[in-house]
């Protein structure tokens, strides 16, 4: 078994992922959304320096976005394993990150007002823990910056403003407009995660780990599935473009999980994550060895 | 693309319109949102003098202090703008700025007073981190390091050619209320909302 101190070395190093590598699904939209936005123009200008950006931060293991975040983290561990210990070690693992540079000191004492100078405070990260029946352990982040994460909208259904039901459209018709409320302030082209159901809370944090799934999969729930699809091509319809410059790229993909509600309530989280979707993961072994994912 | 040093003077200002790029050099001061507070509240003789015709950057950067005590960039793309909507405009006015850089643009207050002073609002690509940090040569001097930690700090920076889109300009231009306009009556149009 790996000591404490082990552990915080091993999340030391996906946080490093994270903040520095961009995973190819992500890449390979950007580039996607370059080659359709006009040449010369400022969408794709936009995304040419975006593309460059990414180059350097790859090659130079340097924070891609110089807003680390808010860690957000969600660990799996085997039964009997300590949730204490874990994210106890994931804490340490931010200030030792801080400290090299890989983030941002980003927490900031909200009665005092001053910045922990470490990145850590009381909420930050956010660690999720979760017991399976596997032997290993298995990591996923996102660090989620605050432009982006000032974007979050959440609805009550029913809506008279939008003509929004208690229904799949009237989730849809919230998720589009959370898009156009967010104009390009969340570092468009960015990538939606959604949820319906759940309470004020849950319903947030579900949206959140809507961002760990890659953005060329596909839902397993056909309905869900096909809304996904469809908003992905109505958001980019809106043409608010890359940073909000016009254009045709103004979402890469559009995630959407849901969770059980009251019978009174009906609750639209949406998240929106910036392009720099900074997402990483990787299964650890007992033994300490690191399988990275996608 | 067009080279503006700085600092730069009203008329190079004025000739400036939505939509031109342009690359930067010269001397700038970084502030966001306890900075723009701190500026507003009295008048910060020891940082006038890098304001007076010289652009605001609104950043939280990655910093590393050297062993010899200098420090540089290590991250370091725009923050969003909006944050700063209620104050810019005084800001511009109080220390005679010729423009800010950030990104997702600003409101209708601050149009006006760039149009009032005679300044420009610069956008930068968010999250071009790296890009941006390359363009920052040296870090001259801080000031409020303690009091507001390395994201807020008013950081004093040289730049060479820094790149930037000129996205409001002097003459009540706004590409952003332009784009919000069209995407938000497409919404309604999309949604079956219009009146």
Known sequence: ?294 | MAKLSLPCDEAQIRGLKVGDFLELSGRMITGRDAAHHWLLHGFREEVASFLKDSVIYHVGPVVKKHEDGHYTFVAAGPTTSAREEPFQADVIGKYGLRGVIGKGGMGPKTLKGLQEHGAVYLHAVGGTAQVLAQAVVKVEQVFQLKEFGVPEALWVIQVKDFPVVVTMDSHGSSLHAEVEKASKAKLEQMLGLSA
Not at chain 1, 269 to 294: D, F, H, P, T
């Open chain 1, 1 to 294: 078994m790996l000591t404490r101190e082990q552990w915080t070395e091993k999340f030391v190093d996906v946080i490093a992922h994270a903040s520095s590598q961009l995973p190819p699904d992500v890449l390979a939209a950007l580039k996607r959304g370059r080659d359709a936005e006009e040449p010369g123009s400022l969408a794709a200008k936009a995304l040419d320096s975006i593309l460059t950006n990414v180059e350097m931060a790859k090659g130079n293991w340097q924070p891609i976005c110089q807003d680390t975040g808010t860690p957000l983290v969600w660990i799996h561990h085997p039964v009997g394993m300590s949730t204490r210990m874990l994210t106890g070690a994931f804490e340490e693992a931010v200030r030792q990150a801080t400290g090299r540079q890989m983030l941002r000191p980003n927490a900031v004492d909200t009665l005092t007002d001053k910045n922990t100078g470490h990145g850590q405070g009381p909420g930050i990260p956010t660690v999720h823990c979760e017991e399976w029946d596997e032997p290993d352990v298995e990591v996923r982040i996102v660090l989620k910056g605050g432009g982006c994460e000032n974007c979050g909208a959440q609805y009550s259904l029913p809506s008279i403003k939008l003509k929004a039901d208690r229904d799949l459209d009237g989730v849809r018709r919230c998720i589009l407009d959370a898009v156009a409320q967010a104009q390009g302030k969340g570092c468009a082209p960015g990538i939606i995660g959604a949820c319906f159901g759940g309470d004020r809370g849950s319903g947030y944090v579900e949206s959140k780990r809507q961002l760990l799934r890659r953005l060329d999969d596909r839902n397993p729930i056909p309905e869900i599935d096909a809304m996904e699809q469809q908003l992905l091509e109505q958001g980019n319809q809106l043409g608010i473009g890359p940073m909000g410059f016009g254009g045709k790229t103004t979402i890469l993909g559009v995630k959407i999980g849901n969770l059980a509600r009251l019978p009174a309530s009906y609750f639209v989280s949406v998240s929106y994550m910036c392009w720099a979707n900074r997402r990483a993961g990787a299964r650890i072994s007992e033994k300490g060895a690191v399988q990275w994912l996608n």
